[in-house]
């Protein structure tokens, strides 16, 4: 009867050997009828074809692993890197980016704007001398610009040049980065647009979709209110929105409008918007198409988002409301640097584990041990960045806030150039300050292959933001379209902490020279 088993067995293993290995060829099969599970593992489906033809099934006999089990090893092994393969975090490429750059009718030389204001806005003398010492101070250059409804005599404050100005921006950006990334508006999946302070019916995202004729399923969504930080708050639901999207574009516009929020009255918290915040946009292109790899600027690595509005005082550093006589304006906080440093630190204690090397997170650590523990008075550990990024773009809301960033990330002179020159050349244009920042490190030819950047912004509510990116080719400086590479042969220049206004260099077109009030005369 032994023998009887023994002769059985091996035609019970060829009828098994059959079935199964027309089970396990079929597995390629299966990976051409599901396009998430061909897309992670059809490399692997010749390979093991090929161990299939070669015995392995005799291989497997061999151990003691019968024919069956084998098959449902393969199968679960297929099951698992098919699971593996789409809870994988789909990466987010940046395919281009463009910013904004208004015509030469748009410059505001110093004089210019301290002109205008003080021959169109209901100011006081005292105000026009803050806002004139604030100007010196504030680290603009002479050619930022202004929407032609503030440098016109008298001031055009309406609806309808607002909507001028930010149509002029919009479409300005999203042609050119269109053109610049080589896709079609109809190819675009998601779209994202943020203004803070002017939100119009229809919105934003429906006069994109209605002056390209996009697609009637796009994903859109219509950030206002926000802050300067709105940007990064951008990109981050633009990677999730990517993530449920599959080979699909996202375009993601970034601007503020400045004619409806220049502030005309004489409360000096208020005053200081007018001294620094100036016409910017810019439109960032994002893929998630793995074939969009080769051609693609950035990846997208890390979005960090920190809000701090639960704290009173942060939530109230940043606030739109009227003054006295109902004139609506933007009140800036004494105890805005205070707040916006509690949020950095916030953000840069969940970045830092995901960014740094060891040895800065064991330091970190340490200090934070033996304050907690030990109550020893040790000051803490504040990271070296400088090691896990090389370059840093900064948020450019004004020349106080780039000081104190400056030393509190022990960052030289060459890592905030690109901010100083963005807040010199545009002024704070917002959400959309980091793209011009960004755009400088390209021009001036300094992204290679590898390199890390950083974005941090700053927004009303409190609100801290990054993103971290990682350049996937070398970027060569001069490129067409930058919006610095007219003036790269003039660029970097030296700004003065006060540098004086000469008022007497502007003269309106009929002769009149405005001349600030001084103290006491």
């Not at 981050?236 to 004619?259: F, G, M």
């Not at 950095?344 to 997170?361: D, F, K």
């Not at 963005?422 to 704070?428: E, H, K, S, V, Y």
């Amino acid at each position: 009867m032994g023998s009887r088993e023994v002769l059985g067995a091996p035609a019970r293993s060829n009828s098994n050997k059959t079935a199964v290995l027309g089970h396990l060829l079929a597995v390629p099969a299966l990976f051409a009828l599901a396009p998430r599970l061909s897309a992670a593992l059809l490399p692997w489906s010749p390979a093991l074809s090929r161990l299939l033809s070669t015995g392995l099934l005799r291989s497997l006999a061999s151990l003691g692993i019968t024919v069956p089990a084998a098959s449902a090893a393969v199968w679960f092994v297929a099951a698992a890197a098919w699971a593996y393969a789409v809870s994988r975090p789909r990466p987010v490429y940046l395919v281009d980016l463009s910013g904004y750059v208004a015509g030469a009718s748009h410059e505001a030389s110093r004089a210019k704007t301290v002109a205008h204001f003080g021959r169109c806005g209901n100011f006081s003398d005292a105000s026009m001398a803050f806002q004139k010492r604030m100007l010196e101070r504030s680290g603009l250059g002479e050619r930022t610009h202004f929407p032609a409804s503030l440098i016109s005599v008298p001031v055009d404050m309406c609806l309808r040049t607002a909507r001028e100005e930010s149509h002029a921006v919009i479409f300005g950006v999203v042609e050119d980065v269109l053109r610049r990334g080589g896709v079609a508006a109809a190819d675009v999946g998601v779209l994202i647009f943020n203004s803070s302070l002017l939100s119009t019916t229809p919105s934003f995202t429906s006069l994109i979709v209605n002056r390209y004729g996009m697609r009637h399923d796009v994903v859109s969504h219509n950030l206002s209110g926000m802050g300067c930080s709105a940007g990064i708050i951008a990109i981050d639901l633009a990677k999730r929105l990517l993530q449920v999207h599959p080979d699909t574009y996202a375009l993601v516009v970034s601007t503020e409008n400045i004619t409806l929020n220049a502030y005309m009255g004489n409360n000096r918290p208020m005053l200081v918007t007018n001294t620094l915040f100036r016409v910017g946009g810019a439109a960032i292109l994002l893929s998630n198409r793995r074939a969009d790899r080769r051609r693609a600027k950035y990846q997208l690595i890390h979005t960090v988002r920190t809000h701090r509005g639960a704290h009173d005082q942060s939530f109230g550093c940043v606030t739109q409301e009227e003054d006295d006589v109902g004139r609506v304006g933007v009140s800036l906080s004494k105890e805005l640097m205070v707040v916006a440093g509690e949020a950095l630190r916030t953000n840069i204690t969940t970045l830092g584990p995901l960014v740094l090397p060891m040895s800065e997170q064991l330091r970190f650590l340490a200090t934070v041990v033996l304050n907690r523990v030990f109550r020893a008075k040790v000051r803490a550990y504040l990271p070296d960045f400088r090691l896990a990024f090389e370059h840093f773009c900064i948020h450019a809301g004004g020349r106080g806030v780039l000081d104190e960033l400056e030393r509190s990330l022990k960052l030289s002179a060459w890592h905030m150039e690109p901010s100083r020159m963005t807040l010199c050349r545009f002024g704070n244009t917002s959400s959309s300050s980091l793209w011009y920042e960004l755009a400088y490190s390209e021009a001036k030819g300094r992204i290679r292959k590898g390199d890390r950047v950083w974005q941090i912004a700053f927004g009303s509510g409190f609100k801290c933001n990054s993103a971290v990116w990682k350049a996937l080719r070398t970027v060569e400086g001069g490129e067409e379209g930058n919006p610095w590479t007219p003036e790269l042969d003039v660029l970097p220049i030296d700004v003065p902490r006060v540098s004086p206004v000469d008022e007497t260099s502007y003269t309106f077109p009929d002769g009149v020279v405005y001349k600030v009030a001084v103290a006491g005369q």
